[in-house]
């Protein structure tokens, strides 16, 4: 079945952001997503992924559908949705349907019903009190067991961060860099994303898990010797013997990635999602 965007009932959930991006700038998130959520997207019956807020150009759109199908599920339809119009009618030309297509929608998905959502940049240009309502209205609109992958990163995509989020809130935080341009762990606080970064104070577990990173990277210092990824393996293997809880195993590592749950680095105040 093609996944047509179904004629919008309302106005679309949300507010055209800033649009700005760049081809390769979201590669660390889509091969990420073609790993660690491969089985979700091979299981469901609807194979439908949706970028949110793609912005003014469609170049992401197109390659997270080619890394889609050619390392996950040659059928897979991804579906870029955008708030702004002239957005939408601009990507026109890069529809390939019915494994890629755009159209008009917010937050609300447009009435589609995704297995998985990725929104990028989208919800740091917000206000923190409005990113918990969004992930409620995304997580809301997915197919059972669906989830949404939310995050940042730099404008080359040198340095990302993202959550994996589901109906019940946050599993997780990535963290990703392309180690050989990393001058530190420190970095990527930076692009934590907007749930997190105002948390990064002395005493959350954000500011905590940094701290571990830099401590283990200054310690990891004599690896640097036979390249930046053994260094940051060396780092992120000191980070789980202190106790922080990894999710992820060395084959994420040497790809510049740490994964922890999202218990260790919410926000005070904040529950953890039931499992």
């Known amino acids: 079945m093609t996944p047509a965007v ?3 009932r309302s106005r679309p959930v949300g507010a055209v952001t800033r649009g700005t991006t760049n081809p390769n700038r979201l590669r660390r998130v889509d091969n990420w997503i073609a790993a660690t959520c491969a089985d979700l997207i091979r299981d469901t019956p609807d194979p439908v992924v949706v970028d949110l807020g793609y912005g003014a150009s469609p170049v992401t759109v197109v390659e997270l559908r080619a890394r889609l199908a050619a390392t996950v599920r040659a059928d897979v339809r991804v579906v870029g949705l955008e708030i702004d119009p002239v957005r939408v009618d601009a990507a026109a030309p890069a529809a390939d349907p ?3 297509t ?8 447009a009435g589609l019903r995704p297995i998985l959502v990725r929104a990028f940049n989208v919800l740091r240009q917000y206000a923190e009190p ?5 992930w409620r209205t995304v997580t809301g609109a997915l197919q059972p067991g669906g989830v949404l992958v939310e995050g940042t990163c730099d ?4 340095l990302a961060a993202w959550l994996l989020v589901d109906p019940t809130g946050p599993r997780s935080l990535t963290l990703a860099a392309r180690l050989s341009t990393l001058d530190g762990p420190g970095s990527l606080a930076e692009r934590l994303p907007k749930a997190l970064i105002h948390h990064n104070v002395p005493g959350t577990g954000v500011h905590a898990l940094i701290r571990a990173l830099e401590d283990g990277w200054r310690d990891a210092a004599p690896y640097a010797t036979f390249g930046p990824r053994q260094r940051w393996l060396r780092t992120v293997e000191a980070v789980r013997a202190a106790g922080w809880p990894v999710l992820d195993r060395p084959a994420r ?4 990635e740490i994964t922890v749950a999202w218990a260790a680095v919410a926000p005070p105040g904040t529950a953890a999602p039931a499992r």
């Open 102 to 109: 755009f159209g008009r929608g917010g937050f609300e998905l």
């Open 98 to 100: 019915p494994g890629l």
């Open 130 to 134: 409005e990113v918990v309502p969004a």
């Open 155 to 158: 404008e080359l995509g040198r």
């Open 6 to 8: 179904p004629a919008a």
């Open 253 to 256: 590592w040497r790809h510049g």
